[in-house]
Nanobody, 116 residues
Framework: QVQLVESGGGLVQAGGSLRLSCAASRSIFRVNAMGWYRQAPGKQRELVAR???????VYADSVKGRFTISTDNAKNMMYLQMNSLKPEDTAVYYCNIRVVVGSEYWGQGTQVTVSS
């Protein structure tokens, strides 16, 4: 079992920045994959950014160049730095860890609201 707790969400004006944090209850070193997803009202949950096998980073096209995913393995933390935020980035953001295929965990989510 892995507990994940997100923080750092809030209300920000368009063009502003936020940094989301995800605290894991166990080591995230050498997990299969970890990442951030988001779900806007009335829409399906979608991938925002992901690190696979600790080496390959994937970003949704809509956030490339604006968002950066990072980890601190020593602190069991994952981050999402979000710059140049847009109203369409408004969503609940979830952190996700896949320890191995078939063993996946989600945080409770943190709301990000970007005003125009």
């Amino acid at each position: 079992q892995v507990q994940l707790v997100e923080s750092g969400g809030g209300l920000v004006q368009a063009g502003g920045s936020l940094r989301l944090s995800c605290a894991a209850s166990r080591s995230i070193f050498r997990v299969n994959a970890m990442g951030w997803y988001r779900q806007a009202p009335g829409k399906q949950r979608e991938l925002v950014a992901r690190i696979i096998s600790g080496t390959t980073t994937v970003y949704a096209d809509s956030v490339k160049g604006r968002f950066t995913i990072s980890t601190d393995n020593a602190k069991n933390m994952m981050y999402l730095q979000m710059n140049s935020l847009k109203p369409e980035d408004t969503a609940v953001y979830y952190c996700n860890i896949r320890v191995v295929v078939g063993s996946e965990y989600w945080g409770q989510g943190t709301q990000v609201t970007v005003s125009s």
